[in-house]
Each structure stands twice: as structure tokens, then as C-alpha cells.
């Protein structure tokens, strides 16, 4: 990291990095492994690395900070039939 952005790591903070597993890139018909693969492969170079559905585990965390996984998406960006999202006006 220092070589790529030096002055960005202070060894008198802590750091802690959190990712997740919850999504596993995928070629099968399922969207969201799909949306994954296309957001991890150019990412980390593996299509079929787990994250977090858009952010590959691997590129989640920083060495040397203290690293949590939790359970879950990084965000639900695709409604399904009938849902409505945030901010938009539902239909009357």
C-alpha cells in the first residue's frame, strides 16, 4: 500500500477493514451471482470470487488491520417485481 499511496498509512491508527461472503460470482441464470461476476472480475481478476456481491472479499480487507466479516449484501440494487425503491413516488 505504501508503494501505491504513499502517505495514506499512519502505523498510529488502527484500521479495520469489514467484507463478506454472501455472494459467490456465477455464469448460472441467477442474477446475483451474475451482477457479481461482472463486478468482481474487474476488481480482483476473479469472476468467481465471494464478496460481498459487488465488493470481492480479497479487496475488502487491508493487511494488518483487524478484519470482520459480517453476513450480508452490499446492497440490494435490484428491485424485484412490485418493489418500489426509496425516494419514488408509488403509483396510485
Request: proline share 7%; hydrophobic share 40%; aromatic share 8%.
Amino acid at each position: 500500500m505504501a508503494t501505491n499511496y504513499p502517505g495514506a498509512y499512519h502505523p498510529e491508527m488502527r484500521y479495520l477493514t469489514v467484507g463478506s461472503r454472501a455472494a459467490r460470482g456465477a455464469l448460472a441464470p441467477e442474477l446475483n451471482g451474475l451482477l457479481a461476476a461482472a463486478s468482481y472480475l474487474p476488481l480482483c481478476g476473479d469472476a468467481f470470487a465471494v464478496g460481498d456481491g459487488i465488493t470481492p472479499i480479497s479487496c475488502a480487507h487491508l493487511d494488518g488491520a483487524e478484519q470482520r466479516e459480517v453476513a450480508a449484501f452490499h446492497i440490494g440494487f435490484v428491485p424485484g417485481l412490485g418493489t418500489r425503491m426509496l425516494g419514488t413516488r408509488s403509483r396510485v
